[in-house]
């Protein structure tokens, strides 16, 4: 049974910076896709950032440059890194293993304040 645990949310002003964590089980991150996700009130949820098993990563272009995904092979952990946030990022976060039908994490949320 895949198990999803994100932690690391919280409150931070516009131009500032969290670091997400997933911790996972039943499912090993060095040879799976894991991706983030988010989901702001009134919206649809969004892919945010994938890693693949060969490392590739890919974005959603509103996070490029701004956003690093990242894994940790020994911890069986997947991160995000969020610099230079805006209050457009506010939402709650997910992990995910196996994409839209796959396993999801509790969320955690992200509030950026301007």
């Known amino acids: 049974q895949v198990q999803l645990v994100e932690s690391g949310g919280g409150l931070v002003q516009a131009g500032g910076s969290l670091r997400l964590s997933c911790a996972a089980s039943?499912?090993?991150?060095?040879?799976?896709?894991m991706g983030w996700y988010r989901q702001a009130p009134g919206k649809q949820r969004e892919l945010v950032a994938r890693?693949?098993?060969?490392?590739?990563?890919n974005y959603a272009d509103s996070v490029k440059g701004r956003f690093t995904i990242s894994r940790d092979n020994a911890k069986n952990t997947v991160y995000l890194q969020m610099d230079s946030l805006k209050p457009e990022d506010t939402a709650v976060y997910y992990c995910?293993?196996?994409?839209?039908?796959?396993?999801w994490g509790q969320g955690t949320q992200v509030t950026v304040s301007s």
């Open positions: 890693i693949f098993s060969a490392g590739t990563t």
């Open positions: 995910n293993f196996g994409g839209e039908y796959g396993s």
């Open positions: 039943g499912v090993i991150v060095r040879i799976s896709a």
